[in-house]
Each structure stands twice: as structure tokens, then as C-alpha cells.
């Protein structure tokens, strides 16, 4: 069955390091999304992107991240510098369609960053 | 901010139907009801959606008021692999309501 893969599964960094995370979507996929979900909270939707164009980035706090998806197919997010408040898991989820169709979303495992 | 009100936390034993309510009453003509679980450690998991009949699905049923201010899941006969936390979702297909907005859901703990 095809699933969403992402890494670092695990980081841990310093604040004010870069850091990047890693997603690669269900082949065929053209719906990608970044959330982040902080300790005892449901996740947040980050960036959207269809294709390779961001749909929605209003929360995402681009002062410090950034999200790219070159050719519309795998995506990065980066934070630098990171801040102690950044720690969480950093789930990346495709879905075939975008908006106007509804499409499970289908979730990758995620990667836990922990800021020092 | 989410737009459903779901309990904290409930229990159920194994091998018995769990009922999970979710409010939602500001609920707007477009939009659907979704859950989704998501098991300790892992990414969230689709399980179903409607937007004013029951529905129903391998994993779960759906049950949606007629007022559609309310829903239960139903998981029919809840097994160990069933704990995890429940998140109930309200969204439009379409426009700024579109997009999945997660609260904290409720978890849902199996006894044996």
C-alpha cells in the first residue's frame, strides 16, 4: 500500500540552527500538505500546496519557515532559525485532488524536532 | 478556532460498540462532517465523512442528526487497536473553509 514517506523520522537541534524536513507523497498525489502538531494538540495545517503552487500559507510563519515543492512532487520545510517554541511533529499529508472534490487526506508518520 | 465540541476522553471494553458524539452546531449547509483517528506515534487516519445521511464504511458508521448540529461515530465492536484520539471536523469542499481544522479531539481508551 503507498504511503507517505517523510524524514527525519527524529531531530534535535539548537535554536537559531537550520533544520529541514522531508516529504515525499503518495505517487500521483497533487495535493501536499505541512502541518504541525505541539504536545496534546490536534495538528495545524501549515502550507498547501497543489502542484507546486502554495494554495494556503497563511499560517505559516515565514519569517522563519519555508516550504518549497519544486516540481510538484516532493516537498521541504525549513525553519531557521529554529526557536524553542518550534519543537513538535511535523506531519506532511497528500491527497489526490485539490480543493472542490473531496479526497482523504493521507498523513506520513511525521518528524518530532526537538529544539535545545 | 475548531468548530466541534467533543468530550476530553472516554472508555470502552473490547469487543463492544463505542459511541463517540461530537457537536457542531454552527455547522454551515456546505460543509461535511469528517474524523479521523490518530494512534500514538503515528500520523492522523481517515475514517469517514458525511454531509446529511449516515454513512457507513468498513471501519465505522456515521450517524448525523437531522438539525446536522450533531453526529456520533460508531465503531461497531472496539478492539485494543482502536485507542487512539478521535478528531470529529467540520469543512466545505471549497473556499476558506476548506481546509482540515484539527482540535484536540477525543481519546478513546479500549479495555480489555
Known amino acids: 500500500e503507498a504511503e507517505v514517506a517523510q524524514s527525519p523520522r527524529y531531530k534535535i537541534t539548537e535554536k537559531s540552527q537550520a533544520v529541514a524536513f522531508w516529504c515525499d507523497p503518495i505517487?500521483?498525489?497533487?495535493?501536499l500538505y505541512w502541518y504541525r502538531q505541539i504536545l496534546g494538540q490536534g495538528p495545524e495545517l501549515l502550507v498547501q500546496?497543489?502542484?507546486?503552487?502554495?494554495?494556503?500559507d497563511s499560517q505559516l510563519p515565514k519569517d522563519r519557515f519555508s516550504a518549497e515543492r519544486l516540481k510538484g512532487v516532493d516537498s521541504t520545510l525549513k525553519i531557521q532559525p529554529a526557536e524553542l517554541g518550534d519543537s513538535a511533529m511535523y506531519l506532511c499529508?497528500?491527497?489526490?485532488?485539490?480543493?472542490?472534490?473531496?479526497?482523504?487526506?493521507?498523513f506520513g508518520p511525521g518528524t518530532r524536532l526537538t529544539v535545545l | 478556532d475548531a468548530k466541534t465540541t467533543q468530550p476530553t476522553s472516554m472508555d470502552c471494553a473490547e469487543g463492544r460498540a463505542a459511541n463517540l458524539p461530537c457537536n457542531h452546531s454552527?455547522?454551515?449547509?456546505?460543509?461535511?462532517v469528517y474524523w479521523y483517528r490518530q494512534i500514538h506515534s503515528q500520523g492522523p487516519q481517515y475514517i469517514i465523512h458525511?454531509?446529511?445521511n449516515n454513512e457507513t464504511n468498513e471501519m465505522a458508521s456515521l450517524i448525523i442528526t437531522e438539525d446536522r448540529k450533531s453526529s456520533t461515530l460508531i465503531l461497531p465492536h472496539a478492539t485494543l487497536r482502536d485507542t487512539a484520539v478521535y478528531y470529529c471536523?467540520?469543512?466545505?469542499?471549497?473556499?476558506?473553509?476548506?481546509?482540515?481544522?484539527f482540535g484536540k479531539g477525543i481519546t478513546l481508551s479500549v479495555r480489555p
Open positions: 499529508a497528500s491527497s489526490l485532488y485539490g480543493a472542490g472534490s473531496y479526497n482523504e487526506q493521507f
Open positions: 505517487s500521483g498525489h497533487a495535493t
Open positions: 500546496f497543489q502542484d507546486e503552487s502554495v494554495v494556503d
Open positions: 454552527t455547522i454551515s449547509g456546505n460543509e461535511y
Open positions: 458525511g454531509l446529511k
Open positions: 471536523i467540520v469543512s466545505a469542499l471549497t473556499g476558506a473553509n476548506s481546509k482540515l481544522t
